[in-house]
């Protein structure tokens, strides 16, 4: 039996008013990490400008059309209809409780607030808390399931401190731990699921969170199960593989949702302990991933799993860029953004979410694509309950107001550059802890110019940190007469004694790069404009019959094509670009990959060398 602590906690969820911006704080874990985090998100209001249009899109046009029938229909009505369809609820739990966390809005607020009280009554006596009649428990998709349960109860309960949701989480966690173990009678948790263990092994993740929310011993002691079990012959060895190879393609099947899933539940277990040498196995995984798999929009995956070095097929036909492993990569980035401070982390962040993430839900529509190809058009779907994309790609984006920035090391961060409010407490050279709120306009990406207001409680002095992008060049601060040049990659940390209200003005250029086809596209190239990869869109090129007709025959340079753009047409951003069509010279619009494709048109980011 599970003790709970006694803490702050509210008996009905209808009852939990929308708090301040630090909400969560209060329905936070009781026991500490060994290992403090090194970056501290601050907390974001206000968020403007793309990322900010797209929560909104996310907000309105996925989350509050969720259908919570369909989603509650496999637990209301045993079994579910599809074997992996237990895995939704907690998903939206995630985004909307994320969502929540930032935007408080009531509808929201009132829709997670009914999902909760349907799904906790759904629960079974011994904890169960999946869509599988009693003879089938455990097969497939059941573990899983149950993992995205917890997840999904533990994020509302942090943002609403609603009690029952952190018992239910508690009692589906017991009965885990009753079910599977290596004591005699116990089930063994590798063959429980699919995929060579890795997925009923990417419990891990929740069972870490739950320790550390109650303290409860055994959860503590199940997460070493799970470490012990990764290594059994029937398990995926993702240690001993790791430290072998360093390859991630050796690791269990080669599933990449699965494994970055196990990557954050090991991770979790390495803040929580110090036991260094996990770290340094995932810093390794992390490296093979960027240098051998990874697309040029931030995600990975042909047929959902790590291929052989360099092979970066991007049809449709290769079912590349699972919307889920975008998702989790962008996780297993911010758990080492936070575990390491490192900047590098949030340059693959910005990478995946101005690219692949937010090329998988279309912002007119908050349809979501499974996968989304670099080459075709994107398939977008609508339906609810049954592909785990259209519910991961939600989860993504609801973790922008983290990202943007917040302390490394406890000095002010700004890591990505957009509008919005930022407002903390850091500690002073002369003023000890004071409170700091820093805003910020701009039209980024359209244009690398950023306006900020500095606004310390008091005068103090102090460094704030301005990431400088991999991408970027001629990256400059101005603070009155005073300039501030940043060094490509790293944080130009500026320390001085800041006044309240104190102007910063950033500016960097924004270059075009033409970017190699690889092994894979060896005679074709890509245009990436700062952050941004660009995609030729069909529909915005009515002229031309067949996008493979285009040859690239330009330098990269680009001239403003906002008067193409159709009226409804979501984001304005396009640009022309020098190229042949059919061997004759003609200007063709390129648009972000990210906003490619939105009416369905095909597009096309590889584009063939003009010979």
């Not at 989603?71 to 895995?87: D, H, M, V, Y």
């Not at 959902?304 to 070095?309: A, D, L, P």
């Not at 529909?539 to 690239?552: M, P």
Request: aromatic fraction near 10%; glycine fraction near 10%; include cysteine.
């Amino acid at each position: 039996m599970t003790i709970f602590p006694i803490l702050a906690q509210a008996d009905d969820p209808e009852n939990v008013q929308a708090g301040g911006p630090d909400t969560s704080k209060f329905f936070g874990p009781i026991v500490p990490n060994a290992i403090a985090d090194k970056y501290v998100t601050a907390s974001y209001q206000n968020i403007g400008g793309y990322l900010g249009h797209r929560l909104d899109v996310n907000l309105g046009k996925r989350l509050l059309q969720i259908d919570s029938a369909t989603i509650l229909s496999g637990f209301e009505k045993r079994p579910g209809a599809q074997t992996w369809i237990g895995e939704h609820v907690g998903k939206f739990l995630f985004s909307s409780s994320k969502t929540y966390a930032y935007s408080h809005d009531p509808q929201l607020k009132r829709l997670m607030d009914a999902v909760v009280r349907t799904y906790i009554a759904c629960q079974m006596p011994d904890g169960y808390l999946g869509t599988y009649l009693y003879k089938d428990r455990w097969t497939a998709w059941d573990v899983w399931a149950h993992k995205y349960a917890i997840i999904g109860l533990l994020n509302y309960y942090s943002v609403t401190g609603y009690r029952p949701a952190l018992e239910t989480a508690g009692r589906a966690a017991d009965l885990i731990c009753k079910t599977f173990g290596d004591d005699g009678g116990q089930r063994d948790l590798m063959p429980a699921g699919e995929h060579a263990g890795l997925a009923p092994g990417s419990i891990l993740e929740p069972m870490v969170d739950l320790y550390r929310y109650t303290g409860n011993p055994k959860y503590l002691a199940f997460c070493r199960y799970i470490l012990r079990a990764y290594e059994q012959p029937d398990g995926p060895k993702i240690i001993t593989q790791l430290e072998k190879y360093g390859d991630v393609t050796k690791v269990g099947d080669a599933k990449a949702y699965e494994m970055l899933s196990c990557f954050l539940g090991i991770l979790k277990y390495y803040r929580l302990t110090g036991e260094e040498k996990y770290l340094h196995l995932l810093e390794t995984a992390w490296t093979d991933i960027t240098t051998h798999r990874l697309y040029i929009t931030g995600t990975a995956s042909d047929h959902e799993i790590f291929v052989k070095t360099g092979v970066l097929n991007a049809t449709n036909d290769d079912k590349m860029g699972e919307g889920c492993v975008t998702v989790t990569w962008i996780q297993f980035n911010l758990s080492l953004l936070q575990i390491t401070g490192e900047p590098k982390y949030a340059e693959e962040i910005e990478r995946s979410v101005y690219n692949h993430l937010l090329a998988a839900e279309n912002p007119q529509t908050g349809c979501v694509s499974y996968y989304t190809a670099l080459q075709g058009a994107k398939p977008y779907r609508c339906d609810q309950g049954y592909s785990c994309c259209l519910s991961s790609v939600p989860r993504g984006i609801s973790l922008i107001p983290e990202i943007i920035g917040g302390k490394i090391n406890n000095h002010f961060s700004v890591l990505l550059y957009e509008n919005g409010v930022a407002s903390t407490t850091i500690p002073t050279t002369d003023a000890g802890e004071i409170a700091l709120k820093v805003s910020s306009k701009t039209k980024f990406p359209s244009e690398g110019l950023v306006d900020m207001e500095i606004d310390p409680s008091q005068a103090a002095t102090f460094p704030i940190n301005f990431r400088v992008p991999e991408w970027s060049a001629n990256f400059g601060v101005s603070i009155g007469d005073a300039i501030y040049v940043g060094r490509k990659g790293q944080l130009l940390a500026i320390r001085r004694k800041w006044q309240p209200g104190e102007h910063v003005t950033i500016t960097f250029d924004m270059p075009v790069e033409v970017l190699p086809g690889g092994i894979s596209y060896p005679n074709s190239v890509a245009i990436k404009r700062g952050p941004q990869i660009l995609a030729m869109d069909k529909g915005l090129n009515s002229g031309i019959d067949s996008l493979g007709a285009v040859g690239y025959s330009g330098d990269g340079g680009l001239t403003d094509a906002d008067a193409a753009l159709p009226a409804d047409w979501d984001w304005r951003e396009a640009f022309y670009m020098d190229a042949k069509v059919n061997s004759v010279p003609q200007k063709v619009v390129m648009v972000p990959f990210a906003e490619a494709g939105q009416k369905t048109a095909g597009i096309a980011v590889w584009i063939t060398e003009s010979k």
